[in-house]
């Protein structure tokens, strides 16, 4: 079964960093791209970076300034496969605020993003920017 776990998100004030992290786990051998997407109030769901297994990175382009995305070694227990991922915000503002998603490729997935069809989604993690 594949467990996708946000962390990380809060309020903070403008031009504040948050770091989020991800534990994924479970996922079948031939997911290799990674991403974090996010969505605003009352808008669609928009893709913000993804990463591959050999750390190739791709951004949204009106993100990729402020927004770093990174990764912990894959491990392997039995069968079960692990990773982490990371998504270091910087100068936030006001307008960033919104659930953030960790997301592992599915094949068919319904979602592309970056060149990766995506399908296991965490449960969101909230980050609010105010002053």
């Known amino acids: 079964q594949v467990q996708v776990v946000e962390s990380g998100g ?27 997407f996010r969505q605003l109030p009352g808008k669609e769901v928009e893709g913000i970076a993804t990463i591959r297994g050999d750390g190739t990175a791709n951004y949204a382009d009106s993100l990729r300034d402020r927004f770093t995305i990174s990764q912990g070694r894959a491990t392997r227990s039995g069968d079960i496969l692990s990773h ?15 659930t ?5 490729e599915r094949a068919f997935g319904p979602t592309y993003f970056g060149g990766c069809r995506f ?13």
Do not use: H, I, M, R
């Open 84 to 98: 982490s991922l990371y998504l270091q915000l910087d100068n936030l503002k006001p307008e960033d605020a919104a």
């Open 10 to 36: 809060g309020a903070v004030s403008p031009g504040s960093s948050l770091k989020l992290s991800c534990s994924a786990s479970g996922y079948p051998y031939n997911s290799n791209c990674f991403a974090w």
């Open 119 to 131: 399908g296991y989604w965490g449960q969101g993690t909230q980050v609010t920017v105010s002053s």
């Open 100 to 104: 953030y998603y960790c997301v592992v």
